[in-house]
């Protein structure tokens, strides 16, 4: 049990470089899933389109939205752009930064499904071949065919069990065409891929440092104090379902004795400690005000001291000082023995 609470406690201490793993993955198995994939094209003339496309934009689309879905920081977020104003003001910076963060790395396993897709070449074949110049790479004495049937023909390119049109252009030759343009475009976009990733990883630090730096430390804190808080009302929660079922039972002990002749049992030493841990929050109506006031009023980022007993804690927070600090109270001192 110590073991698996430790490899837990690192996966939250480098959950960063852990989600980096995650999408890493995604990567290999987007790529082994298209290997996988059993690829066959209608060869219709309507429907070669709309499904060589469909398999080059549809389950990049899925591995994006996957990626956001497996993202702990999604809620996060979310949770952050649609909470009210309340006394804590909302960066638009900070909340780039964070969805920013999630999209690189949903975005490594739909960059390798298009780049293994469009190298490969099937979808590209099967969603152009009605388009390959025939004047070009044909035979160009071959009886002039109608603009139905010249499709109909080429749109068998890809099958080449059914293909008939020989005589028109080989098959071999348009495949080859077709396929070339394929992983000209697929190497073109692995270049752009790559060298986009170098801009947003290398130059925007470089070009807005403090922006940069401030995003990031509002984006963890965000993050850590939702953590903790999360931590807190679990404690708090296992702390009053002790206290109400320990009272519960006290209760019944209570009524067993006055009708049994019974004494009752003396509570558990732990009671006291639980009670601590309850934070003066000991009813359902409180904690639910409590929990409502967390969320549309969160306090201001600004610490100072404890407020009066009775108060939520925040009351005190833009109020000025009483009396002056204590140098210049001592400058004023100075002043008027002088």
Same mark, same amino acid.
């Given at each position: 049990?110590?073991?698996?609470?430790?490899?837990?406690?690192?996966?939250?201490?480098?959950? @960063?470089?852990? %989600?980096?793993?995650? !999408?890493?993955?995604?990567?290999?198995?987007?790529?082994?899933? #298209?290997?996988?994939?059993?690829?066959?094209?209608?060869?219709?003339?309507? #429907?070669?389109?709309?499904?060589?496309?469909?398999?080059?934009?549809?389950?990049?689309?899925?591995?994006?939205?996957? +990626?956001?879905?497996?993202?702990?920081?999604?809620?996060?977020?979310?949770?952050?752009?649609?909470?009210?104003?309340?006394?804590?003001?909302?960066?638009?910076?900070?909340?780039?930064?964070?969805?920013?963060?999630?999209?690189?790395?949903? %975005?490594?396993?739909?960059?390798?499904?298009?780049?293994? =897709?469009?190298?490969?070449?099937?979808?590209?074949?099967?969603?152009?071949?009605?388009?390959?110049?025939?004047?070009?790479?044909?035979?160009?004495?071959?009886?002039?065919?109608?603009?139905?049937?010249?499709?109909?023909?080429?749109?068998?390119?890809? /099958?080449?069990?059914?293909?008939?049109?020989?005589?028109?252009? =080989?098959?071999?030759?348009?495949?080859? #065409?077709?396929?070339?343009?394929?992983?000209?475009?697929?190497?073109?976009?692995?270049?752009?891929?790559? =060298?986009?990733?170098?801009?947003?990883?290398?130059?925007?630090? !470089?070009? =807005?440092?403090?922006?940069?730096?401030?995003?990031?430390?509002?984006?963890?804190?965000?993050?850590?104090?939702?953590?903790?808080?999360?931590?807190? /009302?679990? @404690?708090?929660?296992?702390?009053?379902?002790?206290?109400?079922?320990?009272?519960?039972?006290? +209760? %019944?002990?209570?009524?067993?004795?006055?009708?049994? /002749?019974?004494?009752?049992? @003396?509570?558990?030493?732990?009671?006291?400690?639980?009670?601590?841990?309850?934070?003066?929050?000991?009813?359902?109506?409180?904690?639910?005000?409590?929990?409502?006031?967390?969320?549309?009023?969160?306090?201001?980022?600004?610490?100072?001291?404890?407020?009066?007993? +009775?108060?939520? +804690?925040?009351?005190?927070?833009?109020?000025?000082?009483?009396?002056?600090?204590?140098?210049?109270?001592?400058?004023?001192? #100075?002043?008027?023995?002088?």
């Amino acid at each position: 049990m110590d073991k698996f609470r430790m490899i837990f406690q690192f996966l939250q201490s480098n959950q @960063e470089s852990f %989600m980096s793993g995650i !999408c890493g993955i995604m990567a290999l198995a987007s790529a082994q899933m #298209y290997s996988a994939f059993d690829f066959n094209c209608p060869c219709l003339p309507h #429907y070669n389109l709309a499904y060589g496309l469909g398999i080059l934009l549809v389950p990049p689309l899925i591995l994006f939205l996957l +990626g956001f879905v497996l993202n702990n920081n999604v809620s996060m977020l979310a949770e952050e752009w649609r909470r009210p104003q309340g006394q804590r003001g909302k960066d638009p910076a900070v909340l780039r930064y964070m969805f920013c963060s999630m999209a690189q790395r949903a %975005m490594i396993a739909p960059v390798v499904w298009v780049s293994v =897709t469009l190298l490969d070449g099937k979808c590209i074949i099967c969603a152009f071949c009605t388009s390959v110049p025939v004047e070009t790479l044909g035979n160009a004495s071959h009886p002039s065919l109608s603009q139905r049937e010249m499709e109909r023909v080429l749109a068998r390119i890809p /099958c080449r069990e059914i293909y008939d049109g020989q005589e028109l252009i =080989t098959n071999e030759v348009a495949t080859r #065409y077709l396929r070339c343009i394929s992983q000209a475009l697929g190497w073109c976009f692995v270049l752009l891929m790559t =060298t986009l990733a170098f801009l947003v990883r290398s130059l925007r630090p !470089c070009f =807005t440092q403090a922006a940069f730096l401030k995003s990031r430390y509002w984006s963890h804190y965000i993050d850590i104090e939702r953590k903790l808080f999360d931590e807190t /009302c679990t @404690e708090h929660a296992k702390s009053f379902a002790k206290v109400c079922i320990q009272q519960f039972f006290e +209760g %019944m002990s209570t009524d067993l004795a006055a009708t049994h /002749c019974h004494q009752p049992r @003396e509570a558990p030493t732990d009671a006291e400690e639980a009670a601590r841990k309850l934070l003066g929050i000991t009813d359902q109506g409180t904690m639910n005000m409590a929990l409502k006031s967390w969320h549309r009023c969160k306090p201001p980022l600004h610490l100072h001291p404890p407020a009066l007993p +009775g108060s939520n +804690g925040w009351a005190g927070a833009g109020q000025a000082p009483t009396q002056p600090p204590a140098p210049r109270r001592e400058i004023a001192a #100075y002043y008027s023995r002088v």
